[in-house]
T-cell receptor, first 119, second 115 residues
Framework: GAVVSQHPSRVICKSGTSVKIECRSL??????MFWYRQFPKKSLMLMAT?????????EQGVEKDKFLINHASLTLSTLTVTSAHPEDSSFYIC???????????????FGPGTRLTVL | GDSVTQMEGPVTLSEEACLTI???????????LFWYVQYPGEGLQLLLK?????DKGSNKGFEATYRKETTSFHLEKGSVQVSDSAVYFC??????????????FGSGTRLSIRP
């Protein structure tokens, strides 16, 4: 089955530093990757959609200069939280979609998530 | 816009009890409907899905039927186990098979099963 990995699974950083989170599709080509944020005991909030080789599309209210997304290849997308602050502490989840090998547009495969704690 | 509403939790049941978690949706098109499960400390896993009206999705003893007339997709299980303790998310794909489709999640329902 389709597998999506995220690295790191947990990261603790100091306020003001930048943190990069990687999302990889391990056995398929991800034409589209999605980045979500999950607050404690809350649902997933879509932050942005990234298509390989093009700029990410950010949801309303998400600062694109703070949450930098790069989708340079069909198997890797990265989310960089710049100048992190304690309020950025959250659980970040990526998902990936495969439209190349006959994958359905309504099917996303989710990574295990990355817990970010900003001190 | 499209949205998903599911019953608030937490829900606490005894082992072998019957489970129903209600979910209703609002959509302008013909969405696909999903239930995702998030076990403690893990990421989301697709539990089951249905892509058109009257379809029934099923997996691991869980079932949900796509009811267009009531715009509902309630999750049911006849006999829950302690291992079913998790957070359950109802969701829809807002533009069907379009490449622009996104998944919209409900707020999640935390389920705890007592031995």
């Amino acid at each position: 089955g389709a597998v999506v990995s995220q690295h790191p699974s947990r990261v603790i950083c100091k306020s003001g530093t930048s943190v990069k989170i990687e999302c990889r599709s391990l056995d398929f080509q991800a034409t589209t990757m999605f980045w979500y944020r999950q607050f404690p005991k809350k649902s997933l909030m879509l932050m942005a959609t990234s298509n390989e080789g093009s700029k990410a599309t950010y949801e309303q209210g998400v600062e694109k200069d703070k949450f930098l997304i790069n989708h340079a290849s069909l198997t890797l997308s990265t989310l960089t939280v710049t100048s992190a602050h304690p309020e950025d502490s959250s659980f970040y989840i990526c998902s990936a979609r495969d439209l190349i090998s006959g994958g359905r547009a309504d099917t996303q495969y989710f990574g295990p998530g990355t817990r970010l704690t900003v001190l | 816009g499209d949205s998903v509403t599911q019953m608030e939790g937490p829900v606490t049941l005894s082992e072998e009890a019957c489970l129903t978690i209600n979910c209703t949706y609002t959509a302008t098109g013909y969405p696909s409907l999903f239930w995702y499960v998030q076990y403690p400390g893990e990421g989301l896993q697709l539990l089951l899905k249905a892509t058109k009206a009257d379809d029934k999705g099923s997996n691991k003893g869980f079932e949900a039927t796509y009811r267009k007339e009531t715009t509902s997709f309630h999750l049911e299980k006849g006999s829950v186990q302690v291992s079913d303790s998790a957070v359950y998310f109802c969701a829809l794909s807002d533009r069907g098979y379009s490449s622009a489709s996104k998944i919209i999640f409900g707020s999640g329902t935390r389920l705890s099963i007592r031995p």
